[in-house]
């Protein structure tokens, strides 16, 4: 990855150590709101006021009030908040008179429960404030509290927060709500910026939402704990090495010098608590460590980088400013600290307090300056008097951008050496030997976090072959739990196997660029000591072919398998539309779709994935890849690849859903071995209730499997030009979960909304039935248009599936 860094000396000529007192902050406007609760609330001293003594307040005026038990709310914020919840129905809004304009808190506290006909997990909305879009398409959580804040400039004298229900389920809710006046210098107007180097302006007016605030090496601080009523989370999981870290601990009193921090900017409890480099780290001269935390942002967006500082030695508290630009393609965000390159200070890095701040930017006053000229070394000096000149301390502060990836080198070893070998650039988690702390930070569009060997082989438990969860072309997949107890999935590279370094490159390359909810998230790879290791997120409930057949688990259910097809087909949609050319997976099947803890389908093994073709050509011309039973026959035919055979070998994974069996199973007769052939003998016959899963045919309406039988018919067209894309095929997904769930039968609701049927997209086929077989470089295969199915997996028979 190209790597470029600004490397600031912060030098403190501290003169005094003379404390500066502040007194607590009184907000001018202050509202607390516990919606749809029929009393006040108070929490911490606060008074939450029952809104139902508000009711002018909401427009339109409601008398949705949801309510559920305290024991079932895990929250750190005081469960009495999330028992009750003010439902809309329609879009609806709350107005607050602003008696100060300026700065203020906006948070907003969700709990989705059930109760009676109202079932919160299934709402999905927006809120606005001042035009302001503070959520977009939200839905919370499940069975999980969430608090969002954001920090606004409101400069009218009334704020009117919004609520307007989307998608399917015309709801939207919200348990509390609290609009605080903050201090007028908590967000100053400037900041520096990581790249381009500079400075940036108009910070003041912008919207803000709060993404991280976290206590270094502390405890979690609760808002009653805080001046401003801010939560600090602890640090350990955002470490990616917790060995490399060690807290400090500073049991004095903090000082509070002019035009440094204050008790608003943070509490003391953080500028008493730090994360610094280990002991082991700070006595070795020459050492090279780092600590590295990791945050996940959003790849589109600029942040607020606020760093927290405390000289424990003088207890002397200061904050710093970044803005990172957004870096699209990106959603990891890096900050690491390590030893200073300047000579004669300490060996040692610490860091007390981290926030992390999305700038909504719609305020559109926000300028970069970068002055002509620009050094790498800037510095500040915060003096007072108390008597005596003494230099007391010596720190400082690089922060890193990390920008882009190194171009792949053109020829590379098809060998199973490191990546560093073969023209990639390695993330490592250690940096160089300096003295004072270094600061990386960046949103990490590179090739993910390079894990050590040891780390992996200790979360695997020495891959022990009882924690093996799958085992593929590619090699073995085991369960394991990292340092800080994230669970992953750790896929090791088998030598023998037959599919080897591209596919690994591919992988990582594809994956590191790549994030959708329904596409399983790379956390990072291995490539020590000839090893070639990935590491996902773990998926609670595994492969949605297990769920179908060949294991003990429960059936699924009609509905449920419909929102799983969704989910895949959202994921391949965005695989195809989502970049400036398409992606092609090439080994769709249900092997492939991942199942977590809520069944939310993601898709997964992007090995064998291909680039598109360019914008003037119709397909890649390509050797044959992809598993049995799941082959686009035009593809197998021509060796010709387009978004297409995705489609086909998608197809081939609804009628497996709806049959609960295998693709290709040699023991049934022969005119059922095959079935997408099979089963699309029956669709042609108007029967194909006759081959559905006896455990969910008694609860398929006709009417929803009659859709969803045409969209698979449509999508094992043998021309892909006859197919539906991955888009028409996820509205008609959608429309089949619609005709499942309505209460009229399909032809109303076919005039009601419109809904069109899919049509074929004929297109002379001269061309493609004309094109030379093998032409890609391949040995030549003959013309097998007229060839029956049967035939064409004939040919594949002896090949080893992925």
Not at 149 to 176: K, R
Not at 710 to 729: F, N, Q, Y
Not at 738 to 759: K, R
Request: charged share 20%.
């Amino acid at each position: 990855m190209a790597i470029r860094a600004i490397e600031a000396s912060l030098v403190f000529f501290l003169i005094t150590a003379l404390r500066c007192v502040h007194s607590t902050f009184t907000p001018a406007d202050n509202y607390l709101i516990d919606c749809g609760s029929l009393t006040n609330t108070t929490i911490g001293g606060r008074v939450f006021v029952a809104d139902v003594s508000l009711s002018s307040t909401l427009t339109p005026s409601s008398n949705n009030l949801a309510n559920t038990s305290l024991s079932s709310i895990p929250s750190a914020y005081g469960a009495a908040l999330f028992q009750s919840a003010r439902v809309f129905t329609a879009p609806s809004s709350y107005s607050f008179q602003i008696k100060a304009h300026g700065r203020h808190f906006i948070r907003l506290y969700f709990f989705p429960f059930v109760h009676r006909s109202y079932n919160l997990s299934a709402a999905t909305f927006n809120v606005s404030a001042q035009g302001v879009a503070l959520l977009d398409d939200f839905q919370p959580k499940a069975n999980a509290t969430a608090v969002k804040e954001f920090s606004l400039n409101i400069t009218s004298d009334t704020l009117s927060l919004a609520f307007a229900p989307t998608g399917s389920s015309p709801l939207a809710f919200v348990n509390a709500i609290e609009v605080v006046s903050v201090p007028d210098n908590l967000i100053g107007d400037a900041a520096k910026t990581v790249q381009p180097q500079g400075t940036y302006r108009g910070l003041s007016g912008q919207p803000l939402e709060t993404m991280y605030r976290i206590n270094m090496g502390g405890p979690l601080i609760l808002p009653n704990n805080d001046t401003l009523w801010r939560t600090w989370e602890t640090d350990g999981k955002f470490l990616l090495a917790s060995g490399l870290s060690q807290p400090v601990i500073f049991s004095g009193i903090i000082n509070h010098v002019p035009g440094g921090a204050t008790q608003e900017t943070a509490p003391d409890a953080v500028y008493a608590s730090a994360a610094e480099l280990p002991d082991a780290a700070q006595n070795t001269s020459n050492s090279l460590f780092n600590v590295t935390w990791q945050f996940d942002v959003d790849a589109k967006s600029s942040y607020l980088i606020r760093f927290h500082f405390c000289d424990i030695s003088l207890a002397t508290a200061v904050f710093m400013d970044f803005v990172v630009e957004a870096d699209v393609g990106s959603d990891k965000l890096s900050v690491g600290i390590s030893p200073s390159t300047l000579n004669g200070g300490v060996q040692n890095a610490i860091l007390n307090g981290l926030e992390i701040m999305k700038i909504n930017g719609s305020a559109g006053s926000a300028v970069v300056v970068t002055p002509p000229g620009s050094k790498k070394h800037f510095g500040v000096i915060l003096g007072s008097i108390l008597g005596a000149i003494a230099v007391v301390a010596v720190a400082a502060i690089v922060v890193c951008w990390v920008l882009r990836r190194r171009k792949l080198a053109k020829k590379y070893s098809r060998t199973w050496a490191p990546f560093s070998i073969n023209g990639f650039a390695s993330h490592s988690a250690v940096s160089g030997t300096s003295n004072g702390t270094v600061f990386t930070i960046g949103q990490n569009g590179s090739l993910g976090y390079r894990f050590s060997f040891a780390v992996l082989h200790e979360a695997t438990n020495n891959f022990d072959e009882d924690w093996v969860i799958g085992v593929g072309g590619f090699g073995k997949v085991y369960r394991g739990a990292l340092r800080d107890e994230t669970r992953v999935a750790v896929k090791r590279g088998n030598p023998t196997s037959q599919q080897g370094f591209n596919e690994f490159r591919t992988e990582i390359e594809l994956l590191s660029r790549l994030r959708h909810r329904h596409l399983v998230s790379l956390i990072g790879y291995c490539d020590e000591k000839n090893e070639m290791i990935l590491v996902y997120e773990y998926m609670e409930k595994g492969t949605l072919k297990s769920h179908l057949y060949g294991s003990n688990l429960p059936p699924l259910g009609w509905k449920q398998r419909l929102e799983i097809c969704i989910g895949s087909a959202r994921g391949l949609h965005y695989l195809h539309t989502g970049q400036a050319k398409a992606i092609i997976h090439r080994d769709v099947k249900s092997a492939n779709i991942l199942l977590d803890e809520n069944l939310l389908a993601k898709v997964a093994d992007f090995g064998l994935s291909k680039t598109g073709p360019e914008l003037d050509q119709t397909h890649v011309s390509t050797a044959v890849k992809g598993s049995f039973g799941y082959l686009d026959p035009e593809y197998f035919r021509r060796q010709q690849l387009t978004e297409k055979s995705d489609v086909y070998s998608f197809g081939v994974v609804l009628l497996e859903v709806l049959c609960a069996r295998p693709v290709i199973d040699p023991t049934l007769p022969r005119e059922m071995v095959n079935l997408a052939e099979w089963g699309m003998k029956w669709q042609k016959r108007g029967e194909l209730e006759q081959i559905v899963d006896a455990r969910v045919a008694g609860s398929i309406k006709p009417e929803s499997l009659r859709k969803y039988g045409e969209t698979i018919e449509k999508c094992l067209a043998d021309s892909g030009v006859d197919r539906p894309s991955m888009g028409d095929v996820l509205w008609n997904l959608e429309y089949v979960l619609h005709l499942q769930e309505a209460d009229a039968d399909a032809s109303q609701l076919d005039s009601i909304n419109g809904i069109a049927e899919l049509s074929p997209r004929l297109q002379n086929m001269d061309a493609l039935e004309s094109t030379p077989a093998g032409e890609a470089g391949t040995a030549p295969l003959n013309d097998l248009t007229e060839v029956s199915m049967s035939k064409v997996f004939s040919q594949l028979i002896k090949s080893e599936g992925r």
